[in-house]
């Protein structure tokens, strides 16, 4: 059983930062994507940031593109994404996720599409105050 387990969430003022790990277990193929997501109250899931594991590719939504920045440890089997000038607007539950989506199988890329992983993680909750 493929499980992704997410730590690192917290309280921290606008501008603040904060580091968000997504440990792995159990998926035994090379090569997957991984995505950061994020669901405030009352709004839908959407992708911040996904990387190619085992290849390299990186995506980010245009609202965090500067500010976030997604990374991989492969031998820990585990993905980052270390947020910086954080505000209010990015307080949420965040959810990292695994799969291999169709995009992936034709031309190693990785979508921000929720629709397009298969294994999520419990999420953590992350509060930035003004």
């Known amino acids: 059983q493929v499980q992704p387990v997410e730590s690192g969430g917290g309280s921290v003022q606008a501008g603040g930062s904060l580091r968000l790990s997504c440990a792995v277990f159990?998926?035994?193929?090379?090569?997957?994507?991984m995505g950061w997501f994020r669901q405030a109250p009352g709004k839908e899931r959407e992708g911040v940031a996904s990387i190619l594991v085992g290849g390299g590719g990186l995506w980010y939504a245009d609202s965090v593109k500067g500010r976030l920045t997604i990374s991989q440890d492969s031998a820990k089997n585990t993905v980052y994404l270390q947020m910086n000038s954080l505000n209010p607007e990015d307080s949420a539950d965040y959810y990292c996720?695994?799969?291999?989506?169709?995009?992936?199988?034709?031309?190693?890329?990785?979508?921000?599409?929720?629709?397009?992983?298969?294994?999520w993680g419990q999420g953590t909750q992350v509060t930035v105050s003004s």
């Open positions: 996720a695994a799969g291999r989506p169709v995009s992936m199988i034709l031309d190693s890329t990785c979508p921000l599409a929720p629709s397009g992983f298969r294994y």
């Open positions: 159990g998926y035994t193929v090379s090569t997957y994507c």
